[in-house]
């Protein structure tokens, strides 16, 4: 189709905006991503914009020689893995019963469910109910505080209701399947796209979380890896890692600044490595479990 001189104004107009504001949002992770293997100096001094110069490990080097970032690195690793598992069944759990036509009572439930998304009991009350509970500084106060997300739940059922025929159910049904295999055979392996959403929201969730570690975790063998690099980044506590007798302090602050990018990088690494996989099914799941009707 022909188009008119105004519609190709604006569709130039639509891809300069868009490429402008891809530049704004990729221009810092690329800057610190050169940045953290180029030498500090440069990069203090504004010398590094667009390639990386004097390239140096140094920071990476550091990095990984100390041990709380390692023990962090696994223990977030643990909390995302087991994390992610247990708030991808809960929220199934959840979603698949509110989704089923003959359950009596599931609109008066999932009110319930919505209206603790408007009011909590706060940070206190949370805090004295979890330490009752004998989770405070233990592996699973990362785990079970979350475990489920209500409007997760909401956006699971949606698909089951509006994305799979009730009929396949009925159907499953009439042949003999239980509630549970109409689940694990049929809803579930259908289910792809949402599941998939399911887990990266999730696993990002638990991957960026320290505001949890940081109230309810004391032992820094429990710190999770974001625990750990805020330290650095905020508080520069780095102390650690900088070996002030190798030279002067101006040469322990370089060493600080290296430390800071390459801990921003290997943070975020695994997040994007997992993002491309999931990629396919990601615009999908969000579109149809967002429909109503």
Same mark, same amino acid.
């Given at each position: ?33 050169? !940045?953290?293997?180029? $030498? ?10 667009? *390639?990386?110069?004097?390239?140096? *490990? ?7 020689? +100390? ?19 247990? +708030?991808?069944?809960?929220?199934? !759990? ?15 439930? !999932? ?5 603790? @998304?408007?009011? $909590? ?18 592996? *699973?106060? @990362? ?42 055979? =049929?809803?579930?392996?259908?289910? !792809? ?14 991957? +960026? ?29 780095? /102390?650690? @890692? ?17 430390? /800071?990018?390459?801990?921003? =990088?290997?943070? +975020? ?14 615009? /999908? ?9």
């Amino acid at each position: 189709m022909k188009q008119s001189v105004s519609d190709r104004i604006f569709i130039v107009t639509v891809y300069a905006v868009l490429g402008l504001t891809a530049l704004l949002v990729l221009y810092p992770l690329f800057f610190v991503l050169i !940045a953290s293997v180029s $030498s500090p100096q440069l990069v203090l001094s504004g010398d590094i914009w667009l *390639w990386p110069r004097d390239i140096t *490990w140094r920071g990476y080097e550091k990095l990984f020689a +100390n041990e709380e970032i390692m023990r962090g690195y696994g223990n977030t690793i643990l909390y995302t893995a087991a994390g992610t598992a247990v +708030n991808v069944a809960m929220t199934v !759990a959840g979603a698949f019963p509110l989704s089923r036509r003959d359950f009596i009572g599931r609109q008066w439930i !999932a009110g319930m469910m919505v209206f603790t @998304m408007f009011f $909590s009991g706060g940070l206190i009350p949370t805090y004295l109910l979890i330490k009752q509970l004998g989770l405070l500084n233990t592996f *699973w106060v @990362m785990i079970v505080p979350g475990a489920v997300s209500v409007w997760n739940i909401i956006l699971m059922r949606t698909f089951f209701q509006n994305g799979l025929p009730f009929e396949l159910q009925e159907a499953a049904a009439i042949d003999g399947c239980t509630n549970l295999r109409i689940l694990w055979r =049929i809803v579930l392996p259908l289910s !792809a796209p949402i599941l998939a959403v399911m887990v990266l929201f999730y696993s990002v969730g638990h991957w +960026n979380a320290y505001f949890q570690a940081l109230i309810y975790l004391s032992d820094r063998d429990k710190y999770p890896l974001q625990l750990i690099l805020r330290e650095i980044l905020v508080q520069g506590e780095t /102390k650690d @890692m900088v070996d002030v007798s190798e030279g002067s302090l101006s040469g322990s602050v370089l060493d600080v600044e290296s430390i /800071k990018y390459a801990a921003v =990088i290997v943070a +975020n690494l695994p997040v994007l490595l997992l993002y491309p996989f999931l990629q396919k099914y990601f615009v /999908k799941g969000v579109m149809v479990g967002a429909i109503k009707g």
